[in-house]
């Protein structure tokens, strides 16, 4: 079973615009932490929030909140005001333990954001 | 911020080359290197994960043998691909993590490698 959905393969939004990126996860895990990515066509990965599984608030950074909802197992992130250059794929990502010691993220499988004049 | 560096960012070979592909931190110690792969369009995959001094944790059917990872340092691993084929043309990236018990301290990326194989 997936561990993190991403249901919107695309989405488009107009610039100033505010846009909500969805995310669900599913872990037995009751310590975990919630990531969210930017990758620009160049390939790199950018850290966007984070969101702790025991945190009160949601995160907020900057035009980036995590709307955070426990119960429904959802993290959707939020950018507020869009601009042209925040067209990219975004990714949500769960840290879980292992097995044994440590951790690691699963990815999503992400969502274009295209954003328009 | 912390910063990852990735070398090759492209690397186009032959068949049958072996290709190796450099993962440094920067500006911190990383105890734990994460070796991504991603096919266009789609999310990283993880294929092993990679503790200082000690062996890589390898993904369920990624081949350890084909895949060789190496942290000899706090700020160096290496991901070799061995007799790389066609198939194993993708975008490689690496990650890195300071403090294990730091929990919300988020993987920092490299710039990742396009790998092509002729």
């Known amino acids: 079973a997936q561990k993190i959905t991403q249901t919107q393969p695309g989405m488009f939004v107009q610039e100033k615009e505010a846009v909500t990126l969805d995310c669900t996860y599913d872990?037995?895990?009751?310590?975990?932490?919630l990531f969210w990515y930017k990758q620009p066509s160049s390939g790199e990965m950018i850290f966007l929030i984070y969101?702790?599984?025991?945190?009160?608030q949601n995160a907020t950074e900057g035009r980036y909140s995590l709307n955070f909802q426990k119960a429904r197992k959802s993290a959707n992130l939020v950018i507020s005001a869009s601009q042209l250059g925040d067209s990219a794929m975004y990714f949500c990502a769960m840290r879980e333990a292992v097995t044994g010691g440590g951790n690691k993220l699963t990815f999503g499988t992400g969502t274009q954001l295209k954003v328009e004049l | 911020g912390a910063v990852v560096s990735q070398h090759p960012s492209r690397v186009i070979c032959k068949s049958g080359t072996s290709v190796k592909i450099e993962c440094r931190s920067l500006d911190f110690q990383a105890t734990t290197m994460f070796w991504y792969r991603q096919f266009p369009k789609q999310s990283l995959m993880l294929m092993a994960t990679s503790n200082e001094g000690s062996k890589a944790t390898y993904e369920q059917g990624v081949e350890k043998d084909k895949f060789l990872i190496n942290h000899a340092s706090l700020t160096l691993s290496t991901l070799t691909v061995t007799s790389a084929h066609p198939e194993d043309s993708s975008f490689y990236i690496c990650?890195?993590?300071?403090?294990?018990?730091?929990?919300?301290?988020?993987?920092?990326f490299g710039d990742g490698t396009r790998l092509s194989i002729l």
């Open positions: 969101q702790g599984s025991y945190d009160q």
């Open positions: 872990t037995s895990d009751p310590s975990y932490g």
């Open positions: 990650s890195a993590r300071g403090r294990q018990g730091a929990g919300n301290q988020p993987q920092h």
